[in-house]
């Protein structure tokens, strides 16, 4: 049985007090000393006593304020649980206190104060995913005419390995008040992008209304209209906002917009250069425009996003970080040319570019933005395989010169009219082969989301004894066949269908890709393998 700290203290003060005693009697001799020693005793038991009643009652209160936290956390982990998997308004689930480095955004933005919790974002969904090597960030707003979100997040998942994508998170930051636009692109991402959404790789999140100050009456700065100051002020808010929520997720920020494509392997890319650069570096440059694929280490981020909200009303963000480098290493006392050499050992330019501006129109108002990265190169939309000889057909529609016999040998892309159900692509080879493995993927870089939904994966054995078995009798293997003879062996998954045959089936006549619905969209083949033994 354990002795609790009431029934310790009073027991250990007793036992020192009894040697004291002893050596007073000891010493004190015979008489009146021995009735003061003995009142001493007294008037100490009752002490120690009244301090055991005292402890107790303590330790009972901090027993009851224990059960309250506990009741408090269960009640929020129940809330948790209870709208899981809902698409609706949720707060993020941190401690309701500053960190340490963002106690100074009271003086930048004065009017927070006044709104405890206008710097936690609204969580539409995510799985708070940390730990993870790199963190991608986009803000995105409303826009008068075209809207690329999508399009932007096709190409950087279309390049992701199933690894890279467990090793990173991409959140999206809505930068509007209006909840049902929010709601509205929130929508969209998960109907696009159901499994990443799931597994954790993308998030969405808005700020609260109260984030944002009075933006009606700034000062006009560098010549721009009000408009101009309104949108760069806003725009310089919103990095700073979307930095402060990815900064404790991972080890790398790389910052984005919503209208841009991204060259295959730029994951790796990105790792790669980072790797080979001293400790110094602040922020490497892997496209040449605006704020556009800059990478950050994500301990820097709370000493940007401060420097950032010091000046956030005077300049666009581009300019502050380039003021910001000056800062910490021009001297003025030297010249500009030194300046420059010093800057560059912080911002170091990557060539050629990894991303590049797809988007006509800003996000400001009535702006035409035509900008392109002239060190992005140009891209290749379709990759080249040794597939052995083959007659290839189709029943879809094809666009211009794209045709499927262009992606079988590897010359360009295939490009079709929207699939319907019925439809087919077919190889057929010119002798029967021992296929070992197949891929097939669908859209590219320019046009990631012209890809294939709802499509099979068939081969024909070229066993006709088998074949008029597998009509009459179905499948004597693991794959479900079809009325003339084919084996279903796999299916597009997210725009791509990759697997093995099985050697038991034999050799194989033709290979076809069967569309089972209609499609809303365009269909693009860009890389077409069919791996044999011989090749």
């Known amino acids: 049985m354990r002795l609790r700290l009431g029934q310790v203290l009073p027991a250990l003060c007793l036992g020192a007090a009894f040697p004291l005693l002893w050596f007073a009697l000891w010493h004190g001799g015979p008489g009146n000393g021995l009735d003061t020693y003995e009142q001493q005793l007294l008037e100490l038991q009752q002490r120690l006593l009244y301090a055991d009643v005292e402890n107790k009652k303590i330790s009972h209160e901090l027993s009851s304020a224990l059960d309250e936290i506990k009741n408090i956390a269960a009640r929020g982990m129940n ?13 993020l689930t ?21 709104y405890e919790d206008a710097i936690f974002p609204n969580v539409i969904f995510g799985q708070q995913r940390t730990g993870v090597s790199l963190v991608m960030g986009i803000p995105t707003v409303k826009r008068e005419k075209q809207n690329y979100l999508i399009d932007t997040l096709h190409s950087l998942l279309y390049q992701l390995s199933e690894e890279q994508k467990r090793d990173c998170v991409i959140i999206i930051f809505v930068a509007e008040v209006d909840a049902e636009y929010v709601k509205s692109v929130a929508e969209s991402v998960k109907t696009s992008f159901p499994r990443e959404v799931q597994s954790g790789v993308l998030e969405v999140v808005s700020p609260p209304a109260s984030y944002y100050p009075d933006l009606s009456n700034l000062q006009k700065t560098l010549g721009d209209s009000e408009d101009r100051v309104r949108w760069r002020t806003k725009q310089n808010l919103d990095y700073s906002f979307l930095m402060l929520y990815a ?15 991204a060259k295959p392997d730029f994951v790796e890319s990105i790792k790669s250069f980072a790797a080979q650069q001293s400790q110094d570096w602040m922020v490497l440059e892997f496209s040449q425009l605006g704020f556009i694929g800059k990478l950050f280490k994500s301990e820097d981020l709370p000493q940007i996003v401060e420097f950032f909200l010091m000046f956030y009303k005077d300049k666009p963000i581009d300019w502050l970080i380039d003021h910001l480098l000056w800062v910490k290493v021009c001297n003025p006392e030297k010249d500009a040319t030194h300046c420059e050499k010093e800057k560059s050992k912080l911002r170091v330019r990557a060539k ?22 002239k060190d992005f190169g140009k891209m290749l939309l379709h990759k080249a395989h040794n597939n052995p000889p083959a007659k290839v057909h189709t029943s879809l529609k094809i666009y211009k010169q794209y045709t499927l016999e262009k992606v079988y040998k590897g010359q360009d892309c295939f490009w079709a009219l929207a699939p319907v159900a019925g439809d087919y692509i077919r190889f057929t080879f010119l002798n029967p082969l021992e296929v070992e493995k197949y891929l097939f993927r669908s859209g590219n870089v320019e046009h990631p989301g012209d890809k294939l939904f709802n499509t099979t994966v068939e081969v024909l054995p070229a066993d006709k004894t088998l074949r008029k078995e597998l009509i009459h009798n179905g499948s004597k293997f693991n794959y479900p066949a079809t009325k003339d003879g084919y084996l279903k062996i796999g299916a597009f998954e997210n725009g791509t269908a990759e697997g093995s045959i099985s050697q038991a089936i034999g050799r194989i006549e033709a290979i076809r890709l069967s569309v089972s619905s209609d499609s809303p969209v365009w269909a693009i083949l860009s890389e077409v393998l069919i791996k044999t033994s011989e090749n």
């Open 247 to 261: 900064q404790p997720k991972g080890t790398f920020y790389l910052q984005l917009e919503d209208d841009i494509i």
């Open 79 to 91: 809330m948790t649980k209870n709208h899981r998997g809902e698409l609706k308004w949720k707060e």
């Open 352 to 373: 050629p570019s990894l991303f590049q501006h797809m988007g006509t129109f800003s996000s400001l108002a009535g702006k035409i933005q035509n900008l392109k990265d």
């Open 94 to 114: 941190l401690l309701r206190k500053l960190p340490v480095h963002l106690t100074n955004i009271y003086y930048y933005l004065p009017h927070l104060r006044e």
